[in-house]
């Protein structure tokens, strides 16, 4: 069975370079920097996993803000897929379709939930539409 099994941050940048004033387009994305095969080890249990470092940044224009994170995923495969998924990472810098797809769409909605919060925080343009009620 394959999957993702846990991501966490293990660095979160935020910094306010100026006020905001007029427009400001907001953009995010997130990057896969890294894949390598690790070992997943609790009790007497080991599986291989894939680890995956990633990094999100929401950029402002102008370069009023920018948000920085970084972390790692586990994703789950056979054996089999790990060796798979890594030479073809180390190769072609690919995972495989359905995996990028996967691990991409679940660490942009990780990372826009906690860049949600912190452009509050730092009273930012928030990284998504924020919903509204429209006068009828």
């Known amino acids: 069975d394959m999957g993702i099994v846990g991501s966490s941050f293990n660095k979160i940048h935020v910094e306010k370079k100026a006020p905001v004033r007029g427009k ?10 890294d894949a390598k095969k690790s070992e997943l080890v609790w009790g007497k249990n080991k599986q291989n996993v894939l ?3 990633f990094e999100y940044r929401t950029s402002y224009e102008p370069k009023i803000a920018e948000i920085m994170m970084s972390g790692e995923l586990l994703y ?12 073809s990472w180390t190769k072609d810098k ?3 379709k359905e ?10 909605g990780k990372g826009t939930v906690e860049a949600l919060i912190l452009s509050r925080e730092m009273n930012l343009p928030p990284p998504v539409p924020m919903p509204q009620v429209n006068p009828k």
């Open 51 to 53: 680890k995956i470092e």
């Open 76 to 87: 789950v495969a056979t054996p089999e897929q790990i060796d798979t998924m890594e030479k």
């Open 99 to 108: 995996a990028t797809t996967e691990v991409l769409n679940h660490l942009l």
């Open 24 to 33: 400001v387009n907001v953009n995010s994305n997130v990057i896969i920097i």
């Open 94 to 96: 690919q995972l495989g």
